[in-house]
Antibody, heavy 115, light 111 residues
Framework: EVQLVDSGGGLVQPGGSLRLSCTASGFTFKSFWMTWVRQAPGKGPEWVAKINPDGSAIYHADSVKGRFTISRDNAKNSLFLQMNSLRVEDTAIYYC????????WGQGTPVTVSS | DVVMTQSPLSLPVTLGQPASISCKSSQSLVHSDGNTYFNWFQQRPGQSPRLLIYKVSNRDSGVPDRFSGSGSGTDFTLKISRVEAEDVGIYYCMQHTHGGTFGQGTTLEIK
């Protein structure tokens, strides 16, 4: 059974940093693209970033480019999102998802940016 | 970024009647590998989005056959042949040919 467990969210002040993690199981992690998606309260999902199987190709949304970085550790079946220079508008639930097309989703981890 | 525009944004439907949602992209979604990376998702209240259709017209595992997807290039459609009560929710299109983008969502409700 495919499982994705998101963690690392929390309350942070504007300008602060957080590192989100996603631990995968039930499939061959190193063979799949992986994606981060976020959903602000009452809003639709917003694509954030994706990374190819060996980590050599990464893409970020313009809204987070230069502030967020996606990465992965295939030996640990883990996906990461380093978030720096956080803004109030980054407040959302953050989900990791399998594949570029997001066929399986984690349960999400909430990030609140507030002073 | 590619912009995905859905219509309508609100879709009241009578039980047992068909429903159709359109999604248009600001540029062609045909990838250089020949595939079109376009998906449809359903989100019920309090849940994370669920994949319904991938690569334009392929139903994900367990998705009822009353759901179908079609289209090409920049114009895509999700059809529900006969709406059931469990279909209430918000439907989103998504492209991942050029990075990734979601549409703004279409809320399906029972009339």
């Amino acid at each position: 059974e495919v499982q994705l467990v998101d963690s690392g969210g929390g309350l942070v002040q504007p300008g602060g940093s957080l590192r989100l993690s996603c631990t995968a199981s039930g499939f061959t992690f190193k063979s799949f693209w992986m994606t981060w998606v976020r959903q602000a309260p009452g809003k639709g999902p917003e694509w954030v970033a994706k990374i190819n199987p060996d980590g050599s190709a990464i893409y970020h949304a313009d809204s987070v480019k230069g502030r967020f970085t996606i990465s992965r550790d295939n030996a640990k079946n883990s996906l990461f999102l380093q978030m720096n220079s956080l803004r109030v508008e980054d407040t959302a639930i953050y989900y990791c998802a399998r594949a570029g097309g997001a066929d399986y989703w984690g349960q999400g981890t909430p990030v609140t940016v507030s002073s | 970024d590619v912009v995905m525009t859905q219509s309508p944004l609100s879709l009241p439907v009578t039980l047992g009647q068909p429903a159709s949602i359109s999604c248009k992209s600001s540029q062609s979604l045909v990838h250089s590998d020949g595939n079109t990376y376009f998906n449809w998702f359903q989100q019920r209240p309090g849940q994370s989005p669920r994949l319904l259709i991938y690569k334009v017209s392929n139903r994900d595992s367990g998705v009822p056959d009353r759901f179908s997807g079609s289209g090409s290039g920049t114009d895509f459609t999700l059809k529900i042949s006969r709406v059931e009560a469990e279909d209430v929710g918000i439907y989103y299109c998504m492209q991942h040919t050029h990075g990734g983008t979601f549409g703004q969502g279409t809320t399906l409700e029972i009339k």
